[in-house]
């Protein structure tokens, strides 16, 4: 088998070295990875070929990199994955010009754009009895002359995030906590003055720590029909101004009626490829409230994997091998973690620490980052480091749990 294909996956962080993981425990290949830097977790790999290229989210550099690799593997399928948000809509633009023995298992870019822009998304949910937060849209131009429609604590986020980062600043978030509506207004202000265009979404902030957080990763076959999905329990977060909302431990858990109103979802927009949505419990009314989507499989996917779910496994069995699959909901209990198990207790509310464990004692617990087939000291070391300066920014970005 690993003579017939190649993955080709862009990006450099904990995404990227999760899925060439699962392509590796599956199919013993070795990924060949495109990112901006000669650093994170991917260089010094054993099982990636890692490749630092300028601009590599760019339309014209994803199409010549795409070509480049099936130049190389002209004998094998080449599988390209984007591991970041900023990859999706350069892989989608591109999808009719790639050589034939490219699979790029992605939405045509017209419903990509729709679903990663998060007002639009939200006028889908509406459509499809889908629960989100309470919203309101405010548009460039406004000012400061608008109702909100709920009471604070409110969230900010922007409608488009692609463009939002293109627009750097000192205080720049990935999403805004606020409690007053003094602080809405004038982050509104700083976040338009920096050259955003687009809308940005205002919300009723959801009560309720990290552990109220749910993660829904589906992988739906080039029939349309989802094939599976795996619900995880977010018992922690990271804390940091661009970490915020990073995961940091998941355990997986069977939440089957959330599941069916997604898979409905999915499936009537003739949804393909991995998603991933990011979903709160709301403990006011007892619904699943959801964020966004994302078109694409998310930086925590090891912990599907980990469960005994290899998504790289699913995307092969469709692709290549165009294998029938029937739908699976799993239901297993498996903790997923990229930060020290000691980080994990400090911070993770006491009424978890049972489970986890017991999970841990009965070996149903996997880092991603730790490999064994990945040998190379340099990376081990490199990876334990930076697992240790996990200790120091949560000192110094949250309290420790009770």
């Keep these: 088998m690993e003579n017939r294909f190649v993955p080709l996956l862009l990006g450099a962080d ?5 899925m060439a993981r699962a392509f590796h425990e599956a199919y ?9 830097y000669p650093s994170g977790v991917c260089v010094g790999s054993d099982i990636i070929d ?54 790029a298992p992605y939405i045509p870019l017209e419903l ?49 995030s692609a463009t939002y980062w293109d627009h750097p600043f000192d205080t720049q978030k990935k999403a805004y906590v606020l409690q007053t509506r003094e602080e809405v207004d004038r982050v509104l202000d700083e976040i338009y003055e920096h050259g955003y265009e687009d809308s940005l979404i205002i919300q009723d902030f959801i009560p309720g720590d990290d552990s ?23 018992l922690l977060e990271e804390h940091t101004r661009h970490g915020i909302g990073n995961h940091a431990v998941i355990i997986t858990e069977h939440e089957p009626e959330l599941c069916e109103k997604l898979r409905y979802f999915l499936e009537d927009i003739g949804y393909t490829g991995f998603s991933n949505f990011d979903v709160k419990y709301d403990r006011r009314d007892g619904k699943y409230k959801v964020f966004e989507i994302n078109t ?33 909901v ?35 617990v996997v880092n991603p980052l730790y490999y064994k087939a990945d040998r190379n000291l340099i990376h081990k070391l490199r990876v334990i480091r930076d697992q240790w300066r996990y200790k120091k920014r949560y000192a110094s970005s949250m309290e420790k749990a009770n």
């Excluded at 694409?296 to 699959?325: C, F, M, W």
């Design 330 to 364: 799993t239901q297993n209990r498996h903790m997923w973690r990229v930060i020290p198990q000691s980080v994990a207790y400090d911070y993770i509310p006491k009424k978890f620490h049972g489970e986890m464990k017991a999970l841990i004692d009965a070996g149903a």
């Design 212 to 234: 109220y957080m749910r993660v829904v990763t589906n992988y739906s076959g080039e029939d349309g029909k989802v094939r599976l999905m795996c619900v995880g329990h977010v």
């Design 50 to 103: 890692y490749r630092v290229c300028e601009n590599n989210d760019a339309p014209e550099v994803v199409l010549a990199n795409v070509k480049k690799v099936a130049a190389e593997f002209s004998d094998r399928k080449v599988i390209v994955l984007g591991c970041g948000d900023n990859y999706l809509t350069s892989i989608a633009c591109n999808l009719p010009n790639y050589p034939e023995n490219v699979i």
């Design 296 to 328: 694409r499989q998310g930086r925590s996917n090891y912990y599907v994997t980990g469960a005994g779910y290899n998504l790289a496994r699913y995307l092969v069995e469709d692709r290549i091998e165009h294998k029938p699959g029937e739908l699976l």
């Design 112 to 160: 990509m754009e729709v679903l990663i822009h998060k007002e639009k998304f939200y006028d889908l949910c509406d459509k499809y009895g889908i629960d989100h937060p309470a919203t309101f849209v405010y548009r460039k131009g406004m000012g400061h002359d608008f109702v909100l429609p709920f009471e604070g604590p409110f969230v900010v986020k922007p409608a488009e």
């Design 28 to 36: 013993g290949v070795k990924t060949v990875a495109y990112g901006m």
């Design 14 to 18: 904990i995404n990227v070295y999760s």
